[in-house]
């Protein structure tokens, strides 16, 4: 079946400028997680989706925000864009929550801030 | 914030050799997992322990988790060159993942040919 997907899988945007990232989960999977990777911080969560609801929002600014859709597909946006958001965003399915058999994870989406 | 520590940061062994990495955290947990991470792509899952398990195998795998001192263990046997990655702990805090998973900063590991 087919895996987590993210699109785009690279973007360059200019600081100041917003951006959506996409995220299409695996099919029967109603539970979207977001996460920003970056070398100094690492992995961090940023926020999850279930049946189009925010269920739980990680220690990042107002700027970051996200939905979900009836068919679970998920988008983050992020507005007024620093150099410090340039990061590797990767997005997380599962069936339900907890998700009892962890996590499915799509490719990423490389943000450069410039 | 990060949940805890992987140690070591880095590993370099021959192919063959057993790779055994190690994971602390700081706080209850529902169930701890481990992810590989090729080159700044996806994660993958490997293998999840319940806090209520103390061992668990998947293949090459072994995972042990010890809640009194708050640490895991992932033993990779008998490594390939293609086990060459980043391995990730990442813990599921009690509550029903209220938190998401909260992520070590990860062991590079480098299987030599």
Not at chain 1, 67 to 95: H, W
Not at chain 2, 14 to 26: D, F, L, P, R
Not at chain 2, 50 to 72: F, I
Not at chain 2, 79 to 103: I, M
Request: charged share 20%.
């Amino acid at each position: 079946k087919a895996g987590v997907t993210q699109t785009p899988r690279y973007l360059i945007k200019t600081r100041g400028q917003q951006v959506t990232l996409s995220c299409s989960p695996i099919s029967g999977h109603r539970s979207v997680s977001w996460y920003q990777q970056t070398p100094g911080q690492g992995l961090q969560f940023l926020f999850e989706y279930f049946s189009e609801t925010q269920r739980n929002k990680g220690n990042f600014p107002g700027r970051f925000s996200g939905r979900q859709f009836s068919n679970s597909r998920s988008e983050m946006n992020v507005s007024t864009l620093e150099l410090g958001d340039s990061a590797l965003y990767l997005c997380a399915s599962s069936r339900g929550r907890p998700a009892s058999y962890g996590y499915t994870f799509g490719s990423g989406t490389r943000l450069t801030v410039v | 914030s990060q949940q805890g520590e992987e140690d070591p940061q880095a590993l370099s062994i021959q192919e063959g050799e057993n790779a055994t990495m190690n994971c602390s955290y700081k706080t209850s947990i529902n169930n701890l997992q481990w992810y590989r991470q090729n080159s700044g792509r996806g994660l993958v899952h490997l293998i999840l322990i319940r806090s209520n398990e103390r061992e668990k195998h998947s293949g090459r795998l072994r995972v042990t988790l010890d809640t009194s001192k708050k640490s895991s263990s992932l033993l990779i046997t008998a490594s390939r060159a293609a086990d060459t990655a980043s391995y990730f702990c990442a813990t599921d805090s009690s509550g029903g993942g209220a938190d998401g998973l909260t992520f070590g900063k990860g062991t590079h590991l480098i299987i030599q040919p």
